[in-house]
């Protein structure tokens, strides 16, 4: 664990002291444990870690080695507890424990390990790798490789549909979204899409929305159907969707737009999709992500080392965060 | 020794104390290429090749790919304790897991082929065998795995208890018996073999 100040040290030390059953009861009460407080954690490509950002005060509380190189995505439990992260040179998967904020394992899942998504029940973590045009199955306990899913080439995104049957992998490869049905681990379509389909992330609604980072434009995937609901032109190379509200407005899309340095405010309404406002922001906004209440936007600017806040009730950043080179992913614990 | 040496030593051992896991882990061999009939080819994680004809000992690290082609077996060493042969046209990685305070799990990644896995010693080892649709992990026990062209696998036990998984769940097989590894499905329920039978490729290499 590297920290500022000894933030964390004494963080932790304090809690030991608060639960009254001194060090011995904490590590063996689970109920003891309290909760983590809400953080931002962001992979920083080029550094080969993460940082740890407290998501009240926007204030560094720690980078985390992953021990491996090119720490690329980022997956965390529901809970909060562990983070998955894939590491591009590696091609390999180090899982951090968040409380003690350090790399507890670290698996091969597979040449250029892009992206790492979680599925639903936090069993099993599904890790897209570039090189080797599969899917690794990873058990998110025994951190196993239970088998691989053969999807087509080049795989760079990838999301769960809400119940659960099926896995969305984009293919940078083939211009497509491959639907997996994940009980029998068998492609059941292929959804053209643009150039270098990337990013991939559902809604509350249940829809699949995707960037073609190669274009101008995004994609909403119906899941009932499985066939695009609709696309619009956001920009050049757009990135990563989060999702907010604007006072009574919304729910909006938030797109990463790395071409412009922007931020596109989507109307979520797939049969109304549109730009509504664009915020400008700093150099290569990539990873993006909102909080629960979808009030503040977390942007990290792969050129611009740094993780903006975003007001999205003003649209204005109220806080910039340095964090390591080249940070290309965002996500934040409930 | 020099005193460029001894500067370059110094440095070395300063930066080491800062590399990844990941890199400290491949500078030491993982095992030896011990025995080939035919060749047993090593390609290394630059792609550098190494070929082993006969007996030998060259050693192995993490990322290196073993290949035997048609007409081809051979016999490596782990230093966990395991032998392993390769049948013909047999092909896989030498990966490991790092896990903190635990000792590194050795992996084979298969990508086809068959393999004949004992272990040796009197430690328990950490050691599993990937296929494209299942693991097979051991502590003490001997098995045969075969990966078929469309990444099925046949696990035959022939002492011990191997946890034979995929992503569907993971069942222990029991010496005497086979299970198949299917994609999108849990392994199938043990049923008794004849071990021997399928242990009948080994007895000219190991």
């Known amino acids: 664990m590297r920290s500022r100040n000894g933030q964390p040290f004494v963080r932790i030390l304090l809690a030991a002291i608060a639960f009254g059953g001194g060090l011995v009861g904490c590590v063996t009460d689970p109920e003891a444990i309290a909760p983590l407080p809400q953080r931002i954690y962001v992979a920083n490509e080029s550094d080969n870690s993460v940082t740890v950002i407290d998501a009240n005060t926007y204030k560094v509380v720690g980078t985390i080695d992953a021990k491996n190189s090119s720490t690329h995505d980022l997956s965390l439990t529901r809970d909060g ?40 029940d936090n069993k099993q973590a599904w890790v897209a790798n570039i090189g ?4 690794s199955i990873l058990d998110a306990t025994t951190y196993r490789i239970l088998g691989t899913i053969p999807v087509g080439e080049g795989p760079t995104g990838l999301a769960f549909s809400h119940d659960g049957r099926f896995a969305y992998v984009s293919n940078q490869g083939e211009k497509a979204i491959k639907v997996i049905d994940t009980a029998s681990h068998q492609i059941i379509k292929s959804i053209p899409v643009g150039a270098n389909p990337h990013f991939l992330i559902v809604d509350r609604q249940g829809r699949v929305w995707g960037t073609n980072t190669g274009e101008t434009t995004i994609y909403v995937i119906d899941p009932e159907t499985n066939d695009i609901a609709g696309t619009l032109e956001v920009g050049a190379k757009p ?3 989060a999702f907010g509200f604007k006072g009574t407005k919304g729910p909006l ?3 990463t737009v790395g071409g412009t340095d922007k931020v596109a405010v989507v109307n979520a309404d797939p049969k109304n999709l549109k730009v509504l406002e664009e915020i400008a922001v700093g150099s290569g906004p990539n990873g993006i992500w909102a909080n629960l209440e979808g009030t503040r936007l977390f942007v990290g600017h792969d050129k611009g080392h740094d993780v903006r806040v975003i007001d999205t009730g003003t649209s204005a950043v109220i806080s910039t965060v340095p964090v390591g080179r080249k940070p290309i992913r965002v996500v934040v614990s409930r | 020794m020099t005193g460029r040496m001894l500067v370059g030593l110094l440095l070395g051992s300063v930066l080491g104390a800062g590399l990844p896991v990941v890199t400290l882990a491949a500078s030491a061999p993982a095992g030896f290429a011990e025995n080939a009939i035919g060749t047993l080819v090593v390609v290394r994680i630059d792609g550098v090749q190494e070929r082993l004809q006969g007996v030998g000992q060259i050693p192995l690290f993490e990322g290196d790919v073993l290949r035997t082609d048609a007409g081809s077996q051979a016999v490596v060493k782990f230093k966990e304790g395991v032998k392993v042969a390769l049948n013909e046209e047999t092909s896989f990685k030498v990966l490991s897991r790092w896990v903190k305070d635990q000792p590194l799990t050795r992996i084979l990644r298969m990508s086809r082929g068959e393999v004949w896995v004992t272990t040796y010693g009197e430690e328990p080892v950490r050691f599993e065998v990937e296929t494209p649709v299942a693991t097979a992990a051991i502590e003490g026990t001997e098995f045969d795995l075969k990966v078929q062209e469309d990444g099925q696998s046949v696990l035959t036990v022939v002492s011990g208890i191997v946890k034979f998984g995929t992503a569907f769940g993971t069942c222990p097989i029991k010496p005497g018996t086979i299970s198949y590894g299917v994609r999108g499905k849990k392994c199938t329920k043990p049923a008794p073999t004849d071990v021997m039978k399928a242990l009948e490729w080994t007895k000219a290499v190991k």
């Not at chain 1, 409380?99 to 790492?116: F, K, L, Q, W, Y």
């Not at chain 1, 080797?132 to 899917?135: A, C, D, Q, Y």
């Open chain 1, 239 to 241: 990135q990563q969707i």
């Open chain 1, 253 to 255: 899309a938030y797109v």
């Open chain 1, 81 to 120: 507890s562990k983070l998955f992260a894939t590491n591009l040179a590696s091609g390999r998967v180090s899982v951090i424990d968040t409380r003690s904020m350090e790399t507890i394992a670290s698996i091969d899942t597979g040449n250029r390990a892009h992206v790492v998504t979680l599925t639903n």
């Open chain 1, 132 to 135: 080797e045009n599969n899917i």
